[in-house]
């Protein structure tokens, strides 16, 4: 899985603020017990020393340490039995007074063998969905608040399908496409004119992917190609332009909205070209979400990026009437039955 650095950041010392309210709360539990049964504090403190103890008998010169060390472990052991009486009589497991970390599996390091461990990996996709909320919106659109009662059932013009009948096609389509998500899995193109659904359902692919711990950007053409714009004419914040554009050609899925509202450019169509291309290559799935149809695609763009979008993009059209419209038809109607 590939990783926002910034997201991991935050993520990381979400995770570092935690361990240590952690930490703090065992250190007062454990004076509270200390102070409550004075014998365990000399036990503890004896058993704490014990290991440099040990250690001082066996670098012990011209002493056999043996002996001593014999000693000094049986001495810990009842050390330790007595300490574990004491405890049962409190009612409190014999390991009370020990600091035992959250997760079993990296012992609260946040990695394991060089890799983020699954407890690091919870907070990742907690500030990742924080991100993502900030453009959409990701508790309100899901799968199971998307209804299919603003779309016709009637036939709509140049199209087989009525609205409905298409647009329960390409929810059943997008919810096996979330479910099944893996970063090589293919391409999305929603075409169509807004208000139909388009966001919409590209927040509920977002939702259900990120769950998975995959790396998910969401932002629309503009900011995006600013952001290889900076990289390349900036001056400040080189570092974290470059980091930005790194993560949009190698993130598990990218989602891009509004394509087509970019000024028309030769830098903006090398950029286009650039991150449809890369991604490809590196097999990283990707949904663009755009008003144009493919007439206006064609016309728009060259024919190295039209090529891939219509050859390399499954196209999902989007059409009927725009939700909003059909929401204040209804809400001005209930007003005037009033």
Known sequence: ??????????????????????RV?????????????????????RLRSAPGRILSAALRKGVDPRP???RLKRENLSLQ???????????????ALENIPLCPVCGDSGYRNGRVCSCLKKYYTREQRKELSRMLNLNGQSF????????????????????????????????????????DIGNLLFSGSTGLGKTFLSAAIAREVSSKDFFII??????????????KFGRDDMDESGEDVKNILSCDLLILDDLGTE?????????????????????KATIINTNLDLEEIESRYSPQITSRLLG???????YGKDIRDIKRDRQKNRRNET
């Open 1 to 22: 899985m590939a990783y926002d650095g910034k997201i991991l950041r935050r993520a990381r010392e979400k995770y570092e603020t935690d361990k240590e309210a952690r």
């Open 25 to 45: 709360a065992y250190e007062t539990r454990r004076e509270a017990l200390l102070s409550k049964q004075p014998r365990l504090r000399e036990l503890d403190k």
């Open 68 to 70: 001593a060390m014999e």
């Open 81 to 95: 039995a007595e300490r574990k009486k004491i405890l049962l009589q409190m009612g409190l497991p014999e390991n």
């Open 144 to 183: 199971g608040t998307f209804s299919l009662e603003f779309y016709s059932d009637q036939h709509y013009e140049n199209y087989d399908d009525s609205p409905r009948k298409n647009m329960e096609k390409i929810r059943n389509l997008c919810v096996d496409y979330a479910r099944a998500f893996r970063p």
């Open 218 to 231: 969401y932002d629309t053409a503009g900011r995006i190609f600013a952001r290889f714009e900076h990289r």
């Open 263 to 283: 000024m028309k450019t030769s830098f903006t169509q090398s950029i286009l070209y650039e991150i449809i291309n890369t991604r490809l290559l590196e097999k």
């Open 312 to 318: 390399e993009y499954r196209y999902l059209p989007f």
